[in-house]
């Protein structure tokens, strides 16, 4: 044995497991949070299932809920 | 503290179990990663199933993705359906599927079977990795790990992308090799040492994901004439509740998105 193998997945990634119940769920709502950031650029994106490009996003699916304050939010989000 | 993709799974099985939840959120509670924003659910394909998560979620103001309508002729035939919910600023997707890809009938009732033994509403890590066998590279990063979870070395045998691994493996269990490389080719390899493995291993990848490809590409030229059609349907389901916008998009899917793609090779 050569102590050696194949890397898939980062530390932090995998120091999941090391995680209590309640801090797997902090780190997870809270990349949940931050990723809601790049909602403006998958607005037409699927992540599952079998279709691949939304040919009309509804203007919701951008940051921030509808109206002008979800462009407002997203600018923000995304330009600092 | 909880997390807002397991409560609504709760909430979808409130009185009996009828949604897994699946794909990235099942990664995390696999703890190996935190890749996607979206929630994946492999629903029971049954009446009681559609109308509870659509009542769940008409409750929290969802509206209708593009895909195919959450009615199970179309679900039956392997279509995705989507839907989407505001909390505040965060944005919630719910995708929806009762035929999970390279999931046969047998593994299905199985994975149902367990969850209802078990009571565990995620699923689990060897159909995870069936699942995972799709067109993008990331997915078998998380295949990797994920075969390192599993128990019985035939099924990380089966699933394995480490070529450390794979020859750690056959020096221990010979016997598991020879049976599952009936159904794993790449497992003849083995015996050729770590540089043909990594290429079989290679080989193999861009194969499964030339496979999906071809499976997406055959769903994506069903629904051709529903795209066209999309903008002018989701116009007439703007700001509709949404059981009455499901029902709308039901009417005009039909006749319009087949309930089943042309099989492969069809003209």
Do not use: C
């Not at chain 2, 540089?195 to 080989?203: H, I, K, P, Q, S």
């Amino acid at each position: 044995m050569t102590g050696q193998r194949d890397e898939f997945l980062s530390e932090e990634d995998l120091d999941l497991r090391n995680l209590t119940e309640a801090e797997l769920n902090a780190v997870w709502n809270l990349w949940f949070r931050q990723a809601q950031a790049t909602n403006d650029l998958d607005a037409a994106l699927y992540s599952h299932g079998v279709f691949d490009v939304d040919p009309a996003p509804h203007p919701s699916s951008r940051l921030g809920g509808t109206g002008p304050r979800s462009q407002e939010s997203a600018h923000r989000l995304l330009n600092g | 503290m909880s997390n807002p993709y397991l409560d609504l799974t709760d909430e979808f099985n409130q009185g009996r179990l009828r949604a897994l939840l699946s794909s990235g959120q099942a990664v995390v509670v696999h703890r190996l990663a935190i890749m996607s924003k979206d929630g994946d659910w492999i629903l029971r394909e049954d009446a009681d199933a559609v109308g509870h998560v659509l009542r769940v979620l008409a409750g929290k103001g969802a509206q209708v993705r593009f895909g195919a309508p959450l009615d199970l002729r179309w679900l039956a035939g392997g279509w995705s359906a989507h839907l989407e919910f505001r909390r505040e600023e965060l944005r919630f997707r719910t995708d929806f599927v009762t035929r999970p890809p390279r999931i046969d009938a047998t593994r299905l009732a199985r994975m149902w079977a367990d969850a209802e033994a078990t009571g565990n509403e995620v699923v689990g890590i060897e159909p995870l990795a069936a699942l995972k066998l799709t067109n993008r590279e990331k997915d078998y990063a998380v295949i990797g790990e994920l075969a390192r979870l599993m128990t019985d070395p035939r099924a990380q045998l089966r699933y394995s992308r480490s070529s450390f691994d794979l020859l750690e493996l056959a020096s221990k269990y010979p016997e598991a090799v020879v049976e599952v490389a009936r159904q794993r080719p790449l497992l003849g390899q083995i015996a050729a040492g770590r540089d043909a493995l990594d290429e079989a291993l290679d080989r193999e990848r861009r194969m499964l994901m030339r496979v999906n490809e071809e499976r997406l590409g055959r769903y994506l030229t069903a629904a051709a004439t529903w795209r066209e059609m999309w903008p002018e349907v989701q116009r007439e389901i703007e700001g509709l509740p949404l059981l009455e916008a499901n029902a709308i998009v039901t009417s005009r899917a039909e006749g319009v998105l087949p309930f089943e793609p042309a099989p492969a090779g069809a003209p």
